[in-house]
């Protein structure tokens, strides 16, 4: 089995990761933190070693790949350290809470060979894969408009109340709130289905009163280079089910989502179900493939250059809620 060493559990899905390991690795390999309870913690939780010492965690010769699941605003002091390792590395999403940093965490993975995933799943399931292809055969006719809304109540939820998970509400560890935790899962969809995005307007909130140092609700637009307008729409503040749907509008056919029948295709009443294709592989998973060479080199650098084109995406649309305008994506 593969020995996955964990560099940090600050994320909130370090418990589902570690669990996903357990089921198909036999579990975390070794566990860093740079907080020692908590790494502690989770080692005793899941029968592995902790490590105080980055240093010798990397050194480790017997360690097949790295999981990063530190708090947003450290991902990239430790992709410094780890892609030049070269071994398979999966970090957390973002990628990184600026466009530059992405690009650095971009070049370094390809200056020293490493296959570099992300903790992001959406295009790699079976029904959004088909509509990949959907787009590319043309049957939407001329595409207009493409969104994609993602939410849950985490903040009606009071879900970072937990010691482990205060960094959250915290900019110089998350790097913002609701928009870059949740809208960047909406962005990168729409970047993989898009294409590249040229600008981008935004309006970032906080509605609830709770975290109120962070945004509990964002909305972006954003012009793709081919001429599509994009909507995304992320917040904490979503009470009500359906809080995720993709929705493409198309001259010929469009696709809508609702909660009974899942994606629709088609023209107002004539829809039919969108049929999925096979899905790959996603997060733990997607990292246990790239060990065992069961990625293809092109899928990753597409997906890595969507990552880092994400990040920019979500860096311009702070910077447009900040000036209230229009700002191009760099």
């Not at 708090?71 to 071994?87: A, C």
Request: one cysteine or more.
């Amino acid at each position: 089995m593969p020995h996955i060493a964990v560099l940090s559990v600050a994320h909130i899905h370090s418990k589902d990761y570690c669990k996903k390991l357990a089921e198909l690795a036999g579990g975390p390999f070794v566990i860093w933190d740079e907080d020692a309870e908590r790494g502690r913690r989770y080692a005793q939780t899941y029968g592995c070693a902790f490590e105080p010492d980055l240093e010798a965690v990397l050194a480790d010769s017997s360690v097949d790949g790295f999981l990063v699941c530190a708090e947003n605003t450290r991902h990239l002091p430790l992709l410094r350290k780890v892609l030049p390792v070269g071994k398979p590395t999966f970090c957390e999403k973002p990628l990184a809470t600026s466009g530059a940093e992405a690009a650095e965490a971009y070049a370094l993975a390809h200056r020293y060979g490493t296959k570099l995933l992300l903790g992001y799943f959406r295009p790699f399931d079976g029904q959004n894969r088909a509509v990949k292809k959907l787009l590319a055969d043309g049957v939407f006719g001329k595409v207009t408009h493409i969104s994609f809304r993602n939410g849950h109540n985490a903040a009606y939820g009071r879900w970072f109340d937990s010691p482990d998970l205060q960094w959250f509400t915290q900019p110089a560890l998350s790097g913002g709130g609701a928009l870059l935790d949740l809208g960047t899962h909406a962005v990168h969809l729409l970047r993989h289905l898009g294409g590249p995005v040229e600008s981008v307007w935004a309006n970032i909130v906080n509605c609830s009163g709770v975290y109120t140092d962070v945004d509990d609700y964002g909305l972006i637009l954003m012009k793709f280079a081919s001429g599509v307008i994009g909507r995304v729409e992320a917040g904490w503040i979503f009470t009500g089910a359906g809080g995720a749907g993709l929705e493409i509008v198309g001259s010929e056919k469009s696709l809508w989502t609702t909660p009974e029948k899942g994606m629709q295709l088609g023209i107002r009443n004539e829809a039919v179900t969108v049929e999925p294709l096979d899905a790959r592989p996603d997060r733990v998973t997607r990292l246990l493939a790239a060990i065992e060479g069961r990625l293809t080199n092109e899928e990753i650098e597409s997906d890595l250059v969507c990552a880092m084109d994400a990040a920019k995406i979500m860096e311009a649309a702070y910077a447009s809620a900040r000036s209230g305008s229009w700002v191009n994506v760099r």
